[in-house]
């Protein structure tokens, strides 16, 4: 089993990424987890590029322990002594230096010819190995660069002292079978190449940056250049957490792994997220919020039945604590009854079925169904459970601010007759009322009524309660709804079983209503 070594840009390509600043402190706090995350290679920074990133790296060098701490540097003297200067406390310092390879490069930025950048590369490399042994090169736009000129670049290198060569593919360019094919060549035709590392270094522009990375490797890449998050210049680089995992998940397949401290992932991306401000998206592969997530009824089952059914990898293997059902429209029966289990309620095949339905339909209302609202919809099923004389069908209501409030709904009474009634009132809760004591011709006085949100957010669920009396008695009654108006009709209905559970005598009036 090969063991490739993972150099993390997190710092140096992430920090170019549009958007994102770091500071001193927020760097070496990412240095020092990444060294808790088992990387072999810290590109700290590009010390050249100003006095704030020649501290950071300076710091970095200093503080974290255990691994290689890199600096990038142009294919110039200056670039290099400040980062030899900047790399002076490491305990294990690398140059990684490099000068773009590409005709179009070369022609349009550097206007060199082939002849100048051999002489160039050569002249680095060399003025950078007095310095240290562990020197890299990259060949930036090595993936747009003809293939001939590209061995010929790695020779002088390899040549010059370089122990790392890199084959950037610097504006994601190439597909998987082009970029192993390169490293393919280089390896048959670079003499010396063997001895030295080769580094897979891939950009994310058509979304192949991890696939082409992993083609590297296949084809004899040892080192693979990455970001935590997959953040980095414009669509960013490939990702760490992706390349390692795929490596960790399919050990059968690439016969490779890293030294990565898997448990570590999920901490290291959360901290990068949050420093650089950059959201980590809900379908990002591994650290996604939804990466172990499921939604659908067949899928929960399955999972409930067995992990393996939909899950390639476990969570906890990357540092999140477990898997999770998520209840939403698309769940089914299993994945509800074991929320409800989860959440203690011990109910039978028919009360879970009857709570599934409303369970679905408030779904069709609701992006998201928390335990809350699991919790409301299980205590308003067993308020309709103890009194169902009348159930609500249907509700209308007109109201406005120049309008006078009216309400029009059908009751179905327990023996099946459906009665209609319509009212108006000073308000609409009002009008709902009036109605409602229309249909049971109960002469009911209320005595409180109040409303709250069950959960956050504008598509929460309204609580109603109310007290109702009538005569001697006095009886609450509670109604839910993502409707607060429906959920006041089913409030005053439930006080209204209550009292029709309890006297009789408006459950008389409500037949006599209806003509039975
Ligand atoms: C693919 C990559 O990710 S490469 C790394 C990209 N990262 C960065 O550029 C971040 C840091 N960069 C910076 O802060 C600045 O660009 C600096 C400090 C490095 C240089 O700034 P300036 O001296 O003002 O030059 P500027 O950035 O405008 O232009 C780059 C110059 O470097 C040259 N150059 C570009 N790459 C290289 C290289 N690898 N080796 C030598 N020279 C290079 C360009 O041809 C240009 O030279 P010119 O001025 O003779 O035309
Ligand atoms: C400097 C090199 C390695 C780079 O970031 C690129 O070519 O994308
Ligand atoms: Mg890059």
């Known amino acids: 089993m090969r063991t490739i070594e993972v150099f993390d840009t997190t710092l140096r390509d992430g920090e170019q990424s549009p958007g994102i600043n770091l500071s001193r402190e927020e760097k070496l706090e990412i240095a020092r987890q990444l060294g808790r995350l088992g990387v072999d290679v810290i590109e700290a920074g590009f010390a050249a590029a100003s006095p704030g990133d020649f501290e950071s790296v300076a710091e970095i060098a200093r503080e974290v322990r255990g691994l290689t701490v890199c600096s990038l540097a142009r294919s110039v003297q200056s670039d290099i002594d400040r980062a030899y200067e900047a790399l002076r406390d490491a305990e294990d310092p690398r140059i990684h230096v490099f000068l773009a390879t590409s005709d179009i490069h070369l022609q349009h930025k550097l206007r060199l010819t082939r002849e100048q950048v051999l002489e160039q590369i050569d002249a680095a490399v060399r003025y950078a190995v007095k310095y240290m042994s562990n020197v890299e090169f990259s060949a930036e736009d090595a993936g747009r660069t003809d293939i001939d000129f590209l061995c010929q670049v790695a020779e002088v290198a390899i040549r010059a002292g370089a122990k790392v060569f890199n084959v950037p593919d610097t504006v994601g360019y190439l597909t998987p079978q082009e970029y192993a094919g390169k490293i393919r060549a280089l390896r048959e035709r670079v003499p010396g190449i063997e001895k030295i590392k080769l580094s897979s270094h891939c950009h994310d522009d058509l979304g192949m940056a991890v696939s082409n990375t992993l083609a590297g490797i296949e084809a004899g890449i040892t080192q693979v250049e990455v970001t935590i998050n997959g953040i980095g210049e414009r669509a960013g680089n490939a990702s760490l957490e992706e390349v390692v995992m795929a490596l960790a998940t399919r050990q059968d397949f690439y016969q490779a792994k890293t030294n990565i401290v898997l448990n570590q992932i999920y901490r290291t991306s959360r901290l990068v997220s949050k420093l650089t401000g950059f959201v980590v998206p809900p379908n990002k592969a ?231």
């Open 286 to 516: 591994i650290v996604g919020a939804n990466a172990f997530a499921h939604e659908s009824g067949i899928h929960q089952d399955g999972v409930l039945k067995e992990k393996l059914t939909y899950e390639i990898m476990k969570p906890e293997t990357i540092g999140v604590a477990e898997s999770k059902l998520v209840l939403g429209k698309h769940s089914g029966r299993h994945a509800f009854r074991e929320k409800l289990t989860e959440m203690g309620y011990q109910l039978s095949d028919e009360e879970v079925n009857e709570l599934f339905k409303r369970f679905k339909d408030l779904c069709d209302k609701k992006k998201t169904v928390t335990d809350d609202d699991i919790a409301a919809l299980v205590d308003d099923s067993h308020t309709v459970e103890r009194s169902d004389l009348y159930q609500l069908e249907y509700l209308h209501i007109s109201a406005g601010n120049t309008a006078v409030p009216t309400a029009t709904l059908r009751v179905r009474l327990a023996d099946g007759t459906v009665v209609e009634e319509a009212a108006v009132g000073n308000g609409a809760v009002d009008a709902i009322y009036q109605a409602i004591d229309r249909v049971t011709g109960g002469a009911t006085e209320l005595v409180s009524y109040q409303i709250q949100s069950v959960t956050g957010g504008r598509d929460a669920l309204g609580e109603v309660r109310v007290q109702v009396r009538q005569g001697e008695a006095v009886v609450s009654g509670r109604g839910v709804s993502t409707d607060v108006l429906e959920a006041s009709a089913k409030a005053y209905l439930d006080a209204v079983n209550r009292l029709a559970a309890g006297q009789g005598r408006s459950a008389g009036a409500a037949r006599v209503k209806a003509g039975v």
